[in-house]
């Protein structure tokens, strides 16, 4: 199965921990959204999109990637990931507006992975960060296991097609 991870990691490079973890389970080669060819993406059997939360959305790097991403020709497998200082609103959803656009573009979104991250953003700063430590062996391992369930639906899904 070919896998791809693109990761937009900027700060303390939280949301690059979760991918390389995730990378080895898949065997996947992680990228930054600006070497990603948009029309190569489909190529992949599975590809991830990650992003810390800046300001309550993913990275503008991914999400240009993201709009600027054909139309899938078979179903790809996508997932998403992020890290994030504070909770997710359930209602804002973090990753929902990118699992909108992936899936108008054809691609299969099987899942979406998130974990605490440190941030030292805006006022968090001034009192030394939230999440120190974060994302921690327990969110890594926890991301391994996501990306084997990854892993194992999209085999599946081929398997089916």
Known sequence: MKSLIVCASRSHGNTRLVADRMAGVLDAEVVTPESVDPGTVGDYDVVGFGSGIYYMMMDARLRKLIRRLPAA????AAFTFFTSGAREVPLLGY???IRE??????????????????????PFGFIGGINRGRPN???LDRAAAFAARVRKRAAGAQAAS
């Open 73 to 76: 020709e078979h179903h790809t």
């Open 95 to 97: 990753h929902r507006p």
């Open 137 to 139: 062996e327990h969110d």
């Open 101 to 122: 656009t992936l899936e108008q573009k054809g691609f299969d979104v099987i899942g979406s992975f998130s974990c605490r991250g440190f941030d030292t953003v805006g």
